[in-house]
C-alpha cells in the first residue's frame, strides 16, 4: 500500500476513559486561511474539567499551548509544535431576565453566527448587525468583534476563562476586559494566559436597531423595512456580496486594522485627498480605512504568488490557489504595509493573530 497524507490515520493518545489527545493533527479545516500545517497535540475539551484534565496530561508538561476558536483570525506561520486546544463547550443558557432584557450565558465553542441566529429567532436586540462574521464565541471578545456600527462590548456583561497556568477560573466584568476597538486585555496583558470558556451577553426584547452604516438602511428597506429579521438579512446579503465566503476562498476577514490617526494627519490626507472616507473620532482623532489607503496604492484585486488582495474589498488578504502557506501571505502584506507607507506615512498594523 502507498502511504499518503489521506490515508495514514491520525494518532490518537487516551488521557482518560472519555478523552483523547490527538498527535500530529491536520489543522487544515480549523483555520479559515486552509494552510496545510499540523498541530504536535491537539484537544478539543468539552466542559470546563476536561480542560482541566488536558492542561495537567502529564505527556503535555512544558509544552507550549495556543487557545483556539473558529481559526477565523489566525495565521499560521509552520506547523505548531505543543497543544492546539481549542475549547468545544456548546451551550446556549438564558441566565435571568426582566420585562426589558434577558441575560445569556453562552459556551466559548458556540458558532458565533449560529448565536447570532438564535438571538434573532427569539427577538432578542443588539447582535444582529454582527450577522455572517466567522468564528466562535470565546474568541469574540478576545478582538472585540465589531461591524456596521456594533462592537461585541456593547452588549457583553462577562467574561469567564480559566489562568492557563493556575488553573483558576476567573469572571471578568466588562470593564475589566478593557475593550477598545479591535482590542482587549485578552490581546494585550492575558495574550495566551487564558482560555475564555463563556461568554455572558445582555440582549434587548425590545429594539434599538442600527441601521446607520453605509447600505443598511437601504438593504433594510428593500427587504420589506425596518425589522430585526430584515437587519440581519440585510446585514448577510452585504457582507456575501462583499466578502468571501472563508468555507470557498481562504481568508479571514479584514487582516489589518484600520489606524487611528492624529487630525493633523488626517487634514494632510484630505487636502491630497478630498472624497477619502475617514470617520472622525472623539479626542481629536480620527479613523483612516486600510482598506481604501491598500486599494489607492494600487492593490485591489493584486495577485502575488499564491496570495491576492480581494477584489471587491481590499482589506481582506486571500489564499487565492488554494495552495498559499503563510509566507505567503506574510509577503503580500509586508509589501502592502510598505506602499501604505510610501503613499500615506502611515503604519497599518495587522488584526490577525500571527502563530508561529
Ligand atoms: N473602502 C475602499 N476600498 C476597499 C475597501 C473599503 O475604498 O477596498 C472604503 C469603503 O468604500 C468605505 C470605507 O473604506 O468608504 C470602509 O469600508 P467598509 O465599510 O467595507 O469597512 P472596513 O472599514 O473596510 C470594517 C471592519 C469589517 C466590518 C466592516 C463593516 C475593521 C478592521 N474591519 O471594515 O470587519 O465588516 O467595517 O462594519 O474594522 C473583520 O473584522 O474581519 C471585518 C470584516
Request: glycine share 8%.
Given at each position: 500500500m502507498v502511504i499518503t497524507p489521506k490515508n495514514i490515520i491520525a494518532i490518537q493518545i487516551r488521557l482518560n476513559k472519555n478523552m483523547v489527545l490527538q498527535y500530529d493533527y491536520p489543522l487544515k479545516s480549523h483555520n479559515t486561511f486552509h494552510f496545510d500545517v499540523y498541530a504536535e497535540y491537539f484537544s478539543a475539551p468539552r466542559n470546563v474539567q476536561e480542560i482541566t484534565e488536558v492542561l495537567t496530561a502529564p505527556i503535555l508538561k512544558n509544552k507550549s499551548c495556543f487557545v483556539l476558536g473558529g481559526g477565523s483570525n489566525v495565521l499560521f506561520q509552520s506547523n505548531f509544535k505543543g497543544l492546539i486546544l481549542k475549547p468545544d463547550?456548546?451551550?446556549i443558557q438564558v441566565i435571568h431576565q426582566t420585562a426589558q432584557s434577558v441575560w445569556v450565558e453562552v459556551g466559548a465553542g458556540v458558532d458565533w453566527d449560529s448565536f447570532v441566529e438564535w438571538s434573532v429567532s427569539k427577538g432578542h436586540y443588539g447582535i444582529e448587525n454582527l450577522s455572517l462574521i466567522p468564528g466562535n464565541v470565546g474568541a469574540s471578545p478576545v478582538q472585540n468583534i465589531g461591524a456596521y456600527g456594533t462592537e461585541i462590548m456593547d452588549v457583553i456583561t462577562?467574561?469567564?476563562?480559566?489562568?492557563?497556568?493556575?488553573l483558576e477560573t476567573f469572571s471578568f466584568k466588562n470593564s475589566q476586559c478593557e475593550f477598545s476597538y479591535r482590542n482587549s486585555i485578552f490581546k494585550n496583558s492575558l495574550k495566551g494566559k487564558t482560555i475564555i470558556t463563556s461568554v455572558e451577553f445582555v440582549l434587548g426584547k425590545r429594539g434599538n436597531i442600527k441601521t446607520s452604516y453605509g447600505g443598511v438602511a437601504q438593504e433594510v428597506e428593500r427587504l420589506g423595512g425596518y425589522s430585526l429579521k430584515n437587519t440581519r438579512q440585510a446585514i448577510i446579503n452585504i457582507r456575501e456580496a462583499k466578502l468571501p465566503d472563508p468555507a470557498v476562498i481562504g481568508n479571514v476577514g479584514s487582516f489589518f486594522k484600520n489606524p487611528i490617526v492624529e487630525n493633523t494627519v488626517m487634514n494632510k490626507i484630505i487636502q491630497e485627498f478630498p472624497d477619502a472616507p475617514i470617520y472622525k473620532l472623539d479626542e481629536g482623532y480620527s479613523k483612516i480605512p486600510a482598506?481604501?489607503?491598500?486599494?489607492q496604492c494600487g492593490w485591489k484585486g493584486k495577485t502575488l504568488g499564491n496570495a491576492a488582495v480581494h477584489k471587491n474589498q481590499a482589506l481582506v488578504l486571500i489564499n487565492k490557489t488554494g495552495l498559499a502557506n503563510g509566507q505567503d501571505i506574510l509577503a503580500l502584506a509586508h509589501e502592502i504595509e510598505k506602499s501604505v507607507k510610501l503613499k500615506f506615512g502611515?503604519?497599518?498594523?495587522?488584526?490577525?493573530?500571527v502563530v508561529s
Open positions: 463547550i456548546q451551550s462577562q467574561v469567564n476563562g480559566i489562568f492557563l497556568d493556575s482598506g481604501w489607503m491598500i486599494e502611515i503604519e497599518i498594523s495587522k488584526e490577525v493573530n
